[in-house]
């Protein structure tokens, strides 16, 4: 795990530094905002941020978005300072840890980014023939394309596979090739120089630079624009990169993970993905059966997301009671895991009882989940028919089209990959749609949540 620690606070931060290191990170230290920006760019990456609470945090964070560079910014200050906690946490600091820091309060947040968020939990048949082929083939020097729907846990995947590679030791590296503009992925891939674009105001090296030595996972590479696909085609036969703007090519040593929750063959067939970088991916297919496929995982993953939400939130860790877990091995869960975890996080928040009963356990819309499925589906059916009949009347077509997306959304709670593959869309149409819509004041969902009901 790396750490990137901003700040000095009378030497209380290098006290924090020694736990850290005590506890197995690779720390890094800067005195300055500049410098620690400085440091992102130049490749030398973090899984984590600990700054010092009088840095600008408020400045520090929008820079880091601007330049897509994603890593939780924690603050440090005396715990007497709690305006500046406070405004700390408000601009968008995910924890605030008093100083002097407390070894066992250093472990909990390095561990909240460690290894064991991304923790393969699995008891089904199905899952374990994967997880063997995983073991196999995590020691080569294979690409590999992990396939599945959306949600099914293919980034998981990807971490165990890093985990037990000659490549541990190496950074691991993600790109959401969905989550970044199409013009702004080459730079994030790659690195640009100084002056290469507007807004380059200095050298920025790119993820697979900042994975030299390491694994770099390209997740939903089906989302890659095809121009950019044959760039990314040389960078992987030849191991070498460009830079935007720059004049020499860079080697790079790595190993390729790809995620994709389409049927890049297809792709390639619809012309819409390289049939040559299709091939040169899918060395090794890992293919994750979706969760209802695998039931004996229902119940593990259940119990597992109870006791992580529990101890989340300081609540008391409650057992799941048998007509709970009855009603979780019915249910088709289309979200797959991602659905389920969602659905543990509420049951624990909601729970009331000693045991997480059935009535703690409701979908996004608040609804419990149906003691008959198939009634309770069919039901369900029949009356979204019914209401969607008459919702049509007297309504255009992209208003139609509107009410579907944001509906879609909501059900899955803000997730835009999720909801663009159940809409059948690509990710870009889908955000270019939420563009227009914010454009017009329509409130969207935030990844994690859905839009407050009314009426």
Not at 180 to 201: D, R, Y
Not at 373 to 399: H, I, Y
Request: with cysteine.
């Amino acid at each position: 795990m790396r750490l990137l620690i901003v700040g000095t606070l009378n030497g209380q931060l290098s006290t924090a530094t020694k736990m850290a290191m005590e506890k197995g990170a690779k720390v890094t230290h800067t005195e300055t905002v500049d410098q620690a920006i400085a440091t992102l760019r130049s490749g030398r990456g973090a899984d984590l941020m600990m700054v010092d609470v009088a840095m600008d945090i408020a400045g520090l964070i929008p820079r880091l978005q601007a330049e897509h560079i994603c890593i939780p910014v924690v603050a440090c200050g005396v715990d007497t300072d709690a305006r500046a906690a406070v405004n700390a946490i408000r601009a968008g600091a995910k924890e605030y840890i008093p100083l002097p820091p407390d070894a066992d309060l250093i472990a909990a947040v390095l561990s909240a980014v460690a290894d064991e968020n991304h923790a393969l939990i699995f008891q089904d048949p199905k899952m374990g023939s994967i997880v063997k082929l995983a073991d196999q083939v995590a020691p080569s020097e294979a690409s590999i394309l992990i396939t599945g729907e959306s949600g099914t846990g293919k980034e998981v995947i990807a971490h165990y596979v890093h985990s037990r590679s000659l490549r541990r030791d190496k950074p691991f590296i993600s790109v959401n090739c969905a989550a970044i503009p199409e013009n702004l992925l080459e730079s994030e891939l790659f690195g640009h120089e100084k002056g290469a674009f507007t807004g380059a105001v200095a050298r920025r090296i790119g993820k697979f630079e900042e994975a030299d030595g390491g694994t770099l996972l390209l997740d939903e590479i089906s989302e890659m624009d095809i121009r950019l696909q044959a760039k990314l085609l040389r960078a992987i036969q030849e191991r070498v990169i460009d830079r935007v703007g720059g004049k020499a090519p860079v080697k790079v040593d790595i190993r390729i993970i790809a995620t994709s929750n389409r049927d890049l063959q297809a792709e390639a067939r619809a012309g819409r993905f390289r049939e040559d970088l299709f091939y040169r991916l899918n060395v090794v297919n890992l293919q994750l059966p979706p969760l209802r496929e695998r039931p004996a995982d229902i119940i593990a993953l259940a119990e597992h997301f109870a006791a992580r939400y529990a101890k989340q939130n300081g609540v008391v860790q409650k057992p799941i009671s048998a007509e709970a877990r009855r009603f979780l091995s019915q249910h088709r869960w289309s979200g797959n895991v991602r659905e389920l975890e969602n659905t543990m996080h509420r049951a624990v928040l909601l729970s009331t009882d000693a045991e997480i009963g059935v009535d703690a356990i409701r979908l996004p819309d608040g609804s419990r989940l149906d003691d008959t499925p198939m009634n309770g589906v069919v039901q369900k059916a029949a009356a979204a028919a019914d209401a969607v009949s008459r919702t049509f009347v007297g309504k255009t077509v992209a208003e139609v089209e509107q009410d579907l997306i944001l509906q879609t959304l909501d059900h899955c709670l803000g997730n835009r990959t999720h909801a663009a593959n159940i809409l059948g869309i690509s990710i870009r149409t889908l955000r270019n749609k939420l563009k227009e819509y914010g454009e017009q004041g329509v409130p969207i969902p935030t990844p994690g949540e859905a839009r407050p009901q009314f009426g």
